[in-house]
């Protein structure tokens, strides 16, 4: 039984390899980057615009609205990073239906490097937020003796944040791929469907704990709690 | 092992691009139109406020012209109505004044002409009368009437009152012209002899009597000497009737023109 696309390795040269997670990953990737690259390669600025150009315009708002109600009072800042997080694990889990894909993010590597990813970013939004003495203080808050269980629960939450994405898709993958093997045609169908929901429901849960961890670690976020 | 390392690094590494290859490609246009979007909305909603600022200034000009335009032509309507109340109070006075004038007029020659009409039928009437009565005073003339006549004559020379008899006295004694005696028909001799004897008697002096005729008198005598007539005719009863009717019509007259009724009370009436 295969748990992971990252065992599908279809080049290896010592540490170096090709395996279907990446290359999945790189599906996803052009997608993405082509089809925006389309869309936006002749953007209207006056009233009249095309569907496709609304339709990006809808994720975009939608986006920043979201990281806005988080409590991120500049969302153009962070929605290069969040935003590109919940299109990533969204398109993943979207790209399901094509036969033959598995999602990149069934795949703990990916998960893994996605939590990697905010366990540094978010550090990085607060320092430069507030500098580096000023988030460096926010883990002896409110007193010293709490530093280690801030400490822990910054790791706590990037492997929960790793293990919870991987758990779904993966779980996702493994039930289709049963199911298939015991009843071959209806099931699987609305499985898949249950599957696509959970993939939009997952990247909607990453990139707004990514964000909350990030408002927890900049001024914004206090100075809302402080008020 | 469910973790493959170098997978992690390569999709840390990918994910990182697509961070960048999102931003580029999607986040930074889509945000810049919708910018540029809201910049030309705000612009044109400005622009439509202006627009509508100063509609509604040229809306509030225009109210307030038009007040004013209501206001003089108001004012135009009630001078021109007022103005044209006066002039056809005056001209209608004209004209009031002009019917008088003429009804005034018209009745002054309406009773002109009836009162000439009325002179003129009296004054026929008067003639008729006195033809009548000349011709049948003329027809009665007579031997007898004139005998009489010379009675009343004489008579009439007898009750001179003392003034007119001494004036006569003394104009039939300085004058060396004989006393005309005129008569309408021939006196008989015994008639003249009379006569000559009663003007001997009242004036006492002695002058030459001449009988004349006269058909112009009707039936009458008449005493002539310088100056000085004493007459008795009918003719002179019959002209001083004449001017006594004359005088009775003017009197006539007189409350009638006096009575006549105002103009202005007629036009009312």
């Known amino acids: ?227 | 092992m469910l973790i493959d390392w170098f997978t992690v690094i390569a999709q840390a590494l990918n994910f990182l691009i697509l961070v960048w290859l999102m931003k580029r490609f999607l986040y930074k246009p889509i945000l810049r139109a919708i910018d540029q979007r809201e910049k030309l909305i705000a612009a044109e909603l400005a622009d439509a406020a202006a627009t509508k600022s100063d509609a509604q200034k040229e809306r509030d000009e225009f109210q307030h012209k038009n007040e004013i335009f209501d206001q003089q032509r108001a004012a135009l309507f009630s001078k021109a109505t007022d103005e044209a109340k006066s002039e056809r109070r005056r001209l209608m006075d004209e004209a009031r004044q002009a019917a008088d004038d003429l009804s005034a007029k018209r009745h002054e020659n309406l009773k002109n002409d009836a009162q000439i009409l009325n002179q003129a039928i009296i004054h026929r009437t008067q003639q008729e009368v006195f033809a009548i009565a000349r011709k049948a005073l003329a027809d009665l003339a007579g031997t007898s009437l004139e005998e009489r006549m010379l009675d009343v004559f004489l008579g009439r020379l007898k009750t001179l009152d003392g003034e007119e008899k001494e004036q006569l006295t003394s104009a039939i004694k300085s004058t060396q012209n004989p006393v005309v005696v005129r008569t309408r028909f021939d006196f008989s001799s015994a008639q003249s002899a009379a006569t000559e004897s009663a003007i001997k008697d009242l004036f006492g002096a002695e002058r030459q009597i001449r009988f004349e005729t006269d058909s112009e008198l009707i039936s009458g005598i008449e005493l002539v000497t310088d100056g000085h007539k004493v007459a008795w005719s009918i003719t002179d009863y019959l002209t001083s009737m004449e001017n006594g009717i004359a005088e009775l019509l003017e009197d006539k007259d007189k409350p009638e023109a006096d009575v006549a009724p105002a103009p202005e009370d007629e036009h009312g009436a």
Not at chain 1, 48 to 58: A, G, M, P, V
Not at chain 1, 81 to 104: D, K, R
Not at chain 1, 115 to 126: D, E, K, N
Not at chain 1, 184 to 210: K, N, R
Request: hydrophobic letters at 50%; glycine letters at 8%; charged letters at 15%.
């Open chain 1, 1 to 227: 039984m295969r748990l992971s696309p990252d065992e599908i390795i279809f080049w290896q040269h010592g540490f170096f390899k090709l395996n279907a997670t990446i290359l999945f990953t790189w599906g996803v990737m052009l997608i993405l980057a082509v089809g925006s690259k389309l869309v936006t390669h002749r953007l209207s600025t006056d009233l009249n615009r095309t569907r496709w150009q609304n339709l990006l315009e809808i994720i975009v708002t939608a986006i920043m609205k979201q990281i806005k109600e988080v409590g991120l009072h500049h969302p153009e800042k962070y929605i290069g990073f969040l935003g590109t997080l919940f299109l990533f694990v969204g398109t993943a889990a979207l790209c399901t239906v094509i036969p033959g894909y598995e999602p990149p993010t069934g795949s703990l590597s990916t998960t893994a490097a996605l939590a990697l990813c905010v366990f540094v970013a978010v550090p990085l939004f607060g320092i430069e937020d507030q500098g580096v003495s000023g988030y460096l203080k926010s883990y002896v808050e409110p007193t010293v003796v709490m530093l280690p269980f801030n400490i822990i629960s910054e790791i706590s939450r990037t492997l929960a944040l790793a293990v919870r994405l991987f758990g779904n898709m993966m779980s996702g993958a493994m039930i289709i791929g049963i199911l298939l093997s015991i009843t071959p045609f209806i099931f699987p169908v609305v499985m898949t469907l249950l599957g696509l929901l959970t993939g939009m429901v997952q990247a909607y849960i990453f990139s707004i704990l990514a964000a909350v961890y990030i408002a927890a670690a900049t001024k914004a976020r206090k100075e809302k709690i402080e008020g």
